[in-house]
């Protein structure tokens, strides 16, 4: 079983960055291929970014491209997002999530992570 706990969610005015952090730990392997999902007030949970295990390989949604960044620090078993130019339609709880699979791969479906955080909630006003 692997916990997720996300951290340093809140509120800012559009333009501003934030950068989000999601600590894994647990007795199974913890380094697997991560992903940030987000899910807005009456809305479905979407995709927003995903990182591969080692790393080397990262994918985005194309409503945040060029503006959030993810990494990862296997050492310290942490993803991170940073979230630049924010904007208001960004306000959203965001979630960490991370896959059983253990291969080099990117995931980018809700349906190919296995574990979840409880979310961190964005607010970005106008």
């Known amino acids: 079983q692997v916990q997720l706990v996300e951290s340093g969610g809140g509120l800012v005015q559009a333009g501003a960055s934030l950068r989000l952090a999601c600590a894994a730990s647990?007795?199974?392997?913890?380094?697997?291929?991560m992903g940030w999902f987000r899910q807005a007030p009456g809305k479905e949970r979407d995709f927003v970014a995903a990182?591969?295990?080692?790393?080397?390989?990262?994918g985005y949604a194309d409503s945040v491209k060029g503006r959030f960044t993810i990494s990862r620090d296997n050492a310290k078993n942490t993803v991170y997002l940073q979230m630049n130019s924010l904007r208001p339609e960004d306000t959203a709880v965001y979630y960490c999530?991370?896959?059983?699979?253990?291969?080099?791969?990117?995931?980018?479906?809700?349906?190919?992570?296995?574990?979840w955080g409880q979310g961190t909630q964005v607010t970005v006003s106008s």
């Open positions: 990182i591969s295990e080692s790393g080397g390989s990262a």
């Open positions: 999530a991370a896959t059983k699979r253990d291969t080099p791969y990117l995931y980018t479906k809700e349906y190919e992570f296995d574990y």
């Open positions: 647990g007795r199974t392997r913890t380094n697997n291929a």
